[in-house]
Nanobody
Framework: QVQLVESGGGSVQAGGSLRLSCVAS????????MGWFRQAPGKEREGLAT???????RYADSVKGRFTISKDNAKNTLHLLMNSLKPEDTAMYYC???????????????????WGQGTQVTVSS
C-alpha cells in the first residue's frame, strides 16, 4: 500500500515562500507519476505540478514560474517549492501518486489513486 505524508505547510505573508515535502512509502515500482494538487473551500481540486518516474515535469499555468517540483529518489521524497505566494494560493495542498507507464504525467486529478492527508497553506495579504 502506497502511503504519502505531506508536511511544510503553514502561514506566510504574500510574496513569501514555502517548501512542501511529501514522503512516500510502499512503492514497489518506479514507473509512477507523482503530483501536487490543492483544493480551496468551495472549489474543485486543482493540479499544480507533476513529475514522472523519468523526471518529466509539467506545471499548471497558474503556478508556472513560481512553483518548482522536484523529487529526491534516494529519500523517496517529493518537494514543492512555492515562491511569490499570493492569497489565492491559500488551500489544502495534497501529494498524490499513481502507478502508470506514462512518461508525461497528467495534471488532472482523476488518474491519481493514492493521496496524502494534506497540509494547509495560508497566505495573508
Amino acid at each position: 500500500q502506497v502511503q504519502l505524508v505531506e508536511s511544510g505547510g503553514g502561514s506566510v505573508q504574500a510574496g513569501g515562500s514555502l517548501r512542501l515535502s511529501c514522503v512516500a512509502s510502499g512503492y514497489t515500482d518506479r514507473n509512477y507519476c507523482m503530483g501536487w494538487f490543492r483544493q480551496a473551500p468551495g472549489k474543485e481540486r486543482e493540479g499544480l505540478a507533476t513529475i514522472s518516474g523519468v523526471a518529466i515535469i509539467r506545471y499548471a499555468d497558474s503556478v508556472k514560474g513560481r512553483f518548482t517540483i522536484s523529487k529526491d529518489n534516494a529519500k523517496n521524497t517529493l518537494h514543492l517549492l512555492m515562491n511569490s505566494l499570493k492569497p489565492e494560493d491559500t488551500a489544502m495542498y495534497y501529494c498524490a501518486a499513481v502507478l502508470s507507464g506514462w512518461g508525461l504525467c497528467p495534471v488532472e486529478s482523476g488518474p491519481y489513486d493514492h493521496w496524502g492527508q494534506g497540509t494547509q497553506v495560508t497566505v495573508s495579504s
